[in-house]
């Protein structure tokens, strides 16, 4: 029988749906997407909105390193390490103004042995983001 299990992370943003911050099975962590908000808060850092929750400006590089904090966060408190990470999927919503800074980031956080990468750009995320991760990890047992 192949081990299945979900987890819930007390350190990373609290989901904003009906969904675990991970999954594990058998011997793969797939964790669902993944922003750089901060847990017990609707604050997301490097984010400024006016009176009706719009982007007035964003600073994508306080963003990237939240967003690695809270899957770091996610991967530990699930029994991985960053290490772990061999698939991530980044969704951006602005490729031409943002990418540069976040790859020259991913250098910084994956000098040794990066995962595999795809990233790709869309329209909107479900809360005023400008990044969010998915990822896959293989667990050790």
């Given at each position: 029988?192949?081990?299945?299990?979900?987890h819930?992370?007390?350190k990373?943003?609290?989901?904003?749906?009906?969904?675990?911050?991970?999954?594990?099975?058998?011997?793969?962590?797939?964790?669902?997407?993944?922003?750089?908000?901060?847990?017990?808060?609707?604050?997301?850092?490097?984010?400024?909105?006016d009176?009706?929750?719009?982007?007035?400006?964003?600073?994508?590089?306080?963003?990237?390193?939240?967003?690695?904090e809270?899957?770091?966060?996610?991967?530990?408190?699930?029994?991985?390490?960053?290490?772990?990470?061999?698939?991530?999927?980044?969704?951006?919503?602005?490729m031409?103004?943002?990418?540069?800074?976040?790859?020259?980031?991913?250098?910084?956080?994956?000098a040794?042995?990066?995962?595999?990468?795809?990233?790709?750009?869309?329209?909107?995320?479900?809360?005023?983001?400008?990044?969010?991760?998915?990822?896959?990890?293989?667990?050790?047992?």
């Amino acid at each position: 029988m192949t081990k299945t299990s979900t987890h819930i992370s007390e350190k990373a943003p609290e989901p904003v749906g009906a969904y675990p911050h991970s999954r594990r099975v058998g011997n793969l962590l797939f964790l669902s997407g993944v922003g750089p908000r901060k847990r017990g808060s609707k604050e997301i850092p490097g984010v400024t909105l006016d009176d009706n929750k719009n982007i007035v400006a964003y600073d994508i590089e306080t963003q990237c390193h939240s967003v690695f904090e809270n899957v770091k966060n996610i991967l530990e408190s699930s029994g991985a390490a960053w290490e772990d990470l061999v698939d991530v999927t980044v969704y951006l919503t602005n490729m031409k103004k943002d990418f540069s800074t976040y790859n020259k980031l991913w250098a910084q956080y994956f000098a040794k042995n990066p995962p595999c990468r795809t990233t790709i750009e869309v329209t909107a995320l479900p809360t005023p983001i400008a990044i969010e991760l998915k990822c896959i990890a293989v667990m050790k047992d």
